[in-house]
């Protein structure tokens, strides 16, 4: 029979706040993917494993117990679609380009959705490619409007219609704002007689449109723009 005992006693207070914290930031994240219709994924390149999120799921149609794989992703896209992620991926994983790209999404029951992928390539400490985070988003709605401002276009006699969103939501709301920032998903043709730049040119880098205004206009410009985002 032992006659000592000996205990240990440890303070897991910070331990328990970590994993409180962990599982708060998880569950803000699940919520905004909620609301933006995104679904996100990761690939570990060294011990080839790809993890989707349960917003991907729900957006493409998995089931929630079903193995998803990367090759099982990509096979509820177009041989065209799929062509071009591919070589985005390929890219991503040698050089650690990221890439965005639109195009028709299938879901597993056969219908479509208008998606944006996004994918951006992880280095470790050395510099070397060790993962690739990427998005899937239904940008169904917004595809719709701009078909919808396109049509009202045709018919405004001068000026220039837009639809202006942020590529990081929150940067609507908190601290300066800048092109990049920005993301134009529409905006007609009559803005070249206004500014002198083609749309295309302007949604490929809307800090053109920045600098085309006074200085004194952009920032009620951007104020206004936050105001009718939230």
Not at 183 to 202: D, F, K, P
Request: glycine residues 6%.
């Amino acid at each position: 029979v032992p006659d000592r005992l000996v205990c240990v006693m440890v303070d897991v207070t910070e331990s328990h706040q970590a994993e409180r914290q962990l599982q708060s930031s998880f569950v803000s994240l699940q919520q905004a993917e909620r609301l933006a219709r995104m679904g996100s994924w990761t690939l570990d390149i060294q011990r080839q494993v790809f993890a989707v999120s349960d917003m991907l799921r729900e957006i493409v149609g998995f089931a929630p117990d079903e193995e998803v794989s990367l090759s099982r992703l990509t096979s509820v896209m177009s041989e065209e679609s799929y062509r071009k992620v591919k070589a985005g991926l390929e890219d991503c994983v040698a050089n650690g380009s990221a890439f965005t790209m639109e195009f028709e999404h299938y879901r597993t029951d056969g219908s479509t959705f208008a998606a944006e992928v996004r994918a951006q390539g992880i280095r470790d400490d050395s510099g070397e490619v060790v993962s690739v985070t990427g998005t899937v988003q239904d940008v169904s709605e917004r595809e719709e409007a701009r078909a919808q401002l396109a049509s009202l276009a045709d018919r405004l006699p001068s000026g220039a219609l837009y639809q202006l969103s942020y590529v990081n939501p929150e940067a609507g709301f908190e601290g300066p704002v800048e092109g990049a920032d920005l993301r134009l998903n529409y905006i007609s043709g009559g803005i070249e007689s206004l500014v002198g730049i083609s749309a295309q040119q302007l949604q490929e880098n809307p800090q053109l449109l920045l600098d085309a205004m006074h200085e004194d206009d952009r920032a009620p410009f951007l104020n206004a723009s936050r105001d009718a985002s939230a």
